[in-house]
């Protein structure tokens, strides 16, 4: 029997599945048809390493807290609590950025807010870097919005700039360190971004979850390029850099100046969040408070510098073999060219029949990702070595 109600037709513009879910089905046949296979996982940006001494310290106590009438709690605030919202904003500070602790709210995760601000805006135009993050995509087509693709490619270093795009308002994508090309934009071409959008009354959301693999000159945030506060959401997240990706924290920054005729972005986001949003566990908020002090920065460091050295060697591997890639530095992403023209599915074939090793292919990641693939560099140091002795004699 057929219900007679009406489904959101917009969900039959995206594909049946959500990238990440069709490679671990693919990869779920593969290793039940070959049990003995040892798969190596350089697929998803999943990290592997365990959490931060400081970060586990923090969690037992405010679990402890939880366990006594005195300070147990119940409902976190939805915006987060102020004891994090204030240390997230202490930590823009080594970036020479100010914010107000009531501009950060904190949230579950940078792709929830990421999926979500769509609910806060109408139907503009959208600007999207072809190949991206799949979620900026999916949620403006789910939301019914018109998408138009600015071309990644290697003449501009996966960087689209916005020469040439007729000048109107829009809502701009903007990922640096990118996901999933590891490219990342300089600050002279985050300034013309940011002018772009000034001039022409654009939002940017701007989605910096892979910031702390920086470490050549380039902005942490792009609150760093002047004026950006007038044009920018900034979304971060404690998953890569902190190893939260089981565990859930993550932030958007609404400056007060974001405002639409006399309505601030971060009062449609504050009713949104109150609505839809019960908060993140204290004991998380907690985790996450730990993870941005000082002891908890060197630590989440180590690991941060762990995945750059893996990083390092597969970059290695790639410049030996003559592979063209980008990324691999700054990112823990490494973009390569798929070998002798194949295409990025049949080279994902090839590379888990051959050498049991998993990547994603870029066609994935919009059509202009075809012929291209993304390594991680997020396993462990052991399973990266073994993928790059597999590859140097597969490739
Ligand atoms: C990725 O592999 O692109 C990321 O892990 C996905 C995510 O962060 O949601």
């Given at each position: 029997?057929?219900?007679?109600?009406?489904?959101?037709?917009?969900?039959?513009?995206?594909?049946?599945?959500?990238?990440?879910?069709?490679?671990?089905?693919?990869?779920?046949?593969?290793?039940?048809?070959?049990?003995?296979?040892?798969?190596?996982?350089?697929?998803?940006?999943?990290?592997?390493?365990?959490?931060?001494?400081?970060?586990?310290?923090?969690?037992?106590?405010?679990?402890?807290?939880?366990?006594?009438?005195?300070?147990?709690?119940?409902?976190?605030?939805?915006?987060?609590?102020?004891?994090?919202?204030?240390?997230?904003?202490?930590?823009?500070?080594?970036?020479?950025?100010?914010?107000?602790?009531?501009e950060?709210?904190?949230?579950?995760?940078?792709?929830?807010?990421?999926?979500?601000?769509?609910?806060i805006?109408?139907?503009?135009?959208?600007?999207?870097?072809?190949?991206?993050?799949?979620?900026?995509?999916?949620?403006?087509?789910?939301?019914?919005?018109?998408?138009?693709?600015?071309?990644?490619?290697?003449?501009?270093?996966?960087?689209?700039?916005?020469?040439?795009?007729?000048?109107?308002?829009?809502?701009?994508?903007?990922?640096?360190?990118?996901?999933?090309?590891?490219?990342?934009?300089?600050?002279?071409?985050?300034?013309?971004?940011?002018?772009?959008?000034?001039?022409?009354?654009?939002l940017i959301?701007?989605?910096?979850?892979?910031?702390?693999?920086?470490?050549?000159?380039?902005?942490?945030?792009?609150?760093?390029?002047?004026?950006a506060r007038k044009c920018v959401v900034e979304?971060?997240?404690?998953?890569?850099?902190?190893?939260?990706?089981?565990?859930?924290?993550?932030?958007?920054v609404f400056p007060d100046e974001l405002i639409v005729?006399?309505k601030k972005l971060s009062a449609l986001w504050?009713?949104?969040?109150?609505?839809?949003?019960?908060?993140?566990?204290?004991?998380?908020?907690?985790?996450?408070?730990?993870?941005?002090?000082?002891?908890?920065?060197?630590?989440?460091?180590?690991?941060?510098?762990?995945?750059?050295?893996?990083?390092?060697?597969?970059?290695?591997?790639?410049?030996?073999?003559?592979?063209?890639?980008?990324?691999?530095?700054?990112?823990?992403?490494?973009?390569?060219?798929?070998?002798?023209?194949?295409?990025?599915?049949?080279?994902?074939?090839?590379?888990?029949?051959?050498?049991?090793?998993?990547?994603?292919?870029?066609?994935?990641?919009?059509?202009?990702?075809?012929?291209?693939?993304?390594?991680?560099?997020?396993?462990?140091?052991?399973?990266?070595?073994?993928?790059?002795?597999?590859?140097?004699?597969?490739?």
């Open positions: 029997m057929s219900l007679n109600i009406k489904l959101n037709e917009n969900y039959s513009s995206v594909k049946n599945n959500y990238l990440f879910s069709d490679i671990a089905k693919k990869v779920k046949t593969y290793s039940e048809a070959h049990p003995n296979a040892k798969i190596i996982r350089l697929g998803i940006g999943d990290v592997t390493l365990p959490l931060a001494p400081v970060v586990v310290n923090a969690i037992k106590n405010a679990a402890d807290e939880m366990g006594k009438a005195e300070t147990f709690r119940g409902y976190a605030p939805e915006y987060g609590y102020d004891f994090l919202r204030e240390a997230v904003a202490r930590y823009y500070d080594k970036f020479s950025v100010s914010l107000s602790a009531s950060i709210f904190i949230s579950d995760g940078a792709k929830s807010d990421v999926g979500n601000i769509v609910d805006l109408g139907d503009n135009e959208i600007l999207i870097p072809d190949p991206v993050y799949p979620v900026y995509l999916d949620s403006n087509l789910m939301s019914g919005r018109k998408v138009s693709f600015i071309s990644g490619n290697q003449q501009n270093g996966f960087l689209p700039m916005p020469d040439g795009i007729p000048e109107k308002p829009y809502v701009i994508y903007i990922c640096s360190p990118n996901n999933p090309t590891g490219a990342v934009y300089s600050r002279a071409q985050l300034k013309v971004w940011v002018d772009f959008a000034l001039k022409t009354g654009s959301i701007f989605d910096s979850a892979y910031e702390a693999f920086i470490s050549g000159d380039y902005s942490h945030s792009i609150y760093e390029i002047n004026e979304i971060c997240s404690f998953s890569k850099t902190a190893g939260f990706t089981g565990t859930r924290c993550a932030w958007s005729g006399d504050s009713r949104r969040q109150a609505t839809k949003f019960n908060g993140v566990p204290y004991v998380v908020q907690r985790a996450a408070e730990a993870a941005l002090s000082d002891e908890g920065q060197a630590q989440c460091r180590q690991s941060v510098e762990y995945y750059i050295e893996n990083a390092r060697i597969i970059a290695e591997l790639l410049t030996k073999k003559g592979i063209s890639f980008t990324g691999g530095e700054n990112s823990p992403y490494l973009w390569l060219k798929c070998p002798g023209g194949m295409k990025s599915w049949d080279f994902f074939d090839f590379l888990l029949e051959n050498a049991q090793v998993v990547g994603t292919p870029g066609a994935g990641f919009g059509n202009a990702g075809e012929g291209y693939f993304r390594l991680t560099s997020f396993g462990s140091r052991e399973s990266t070595l073994e993928a790059v002795s597999r590859l140097d004699k597969l490739l």
